[in-house]
């Protein structure tokens, strides 16, 4: 089975509150809202990579397709959730996400 996931890669914010307030009380109610949306999860405390610090937070959220991400997104719920994001984003400076497919094997 494939699945579609969205992975967002947090660095430390600059106002940690801010972030787990915005990040928290909005962004995931939110988001948890998204037609299709099969998991959300969230690790914390991650080892520093080998190239330098470690992330604050990593999220990961899934799909069963790349279809049903583009409808969620589309979705009012979708369009709204991604301008949280973007807040979100802009507490948490140079942050990344990416889409890509993943395969049980």
Do not use: C
Not at 4 to 22: C, I, T
Not at 56 to 84: H, I, N
């Amino acid at each position: 089975m494939t699945v579609v996931r969205l992975l967002v890669l947090y660095n430390q914010p600059s106002d940690v509150r801010a972030f787990e307030k915005q990040f928290n009380e909005v962004l995931v109610p939110l988001t948890k809202k998204m037609a299709g949306l099969r998991s959300y999860t969230v690790s914390r405390n991650i080892a520093p990579s080998l190239r330098g610090e470690a992330y604050y937070m990593v999220a990961e959220l899934d799909w069963d397709d790349t279809a049903a991400m583009q409808r969620a997104f589309q979705s009012p719920e979708g369009k709204e959730a991604a301008v949280q994001a973007a807040h979100v984003a802009e507490l948490s400076p140079g942050s990344r996400s990416m889409t890509y497919e993943i395969q049980a094997v």
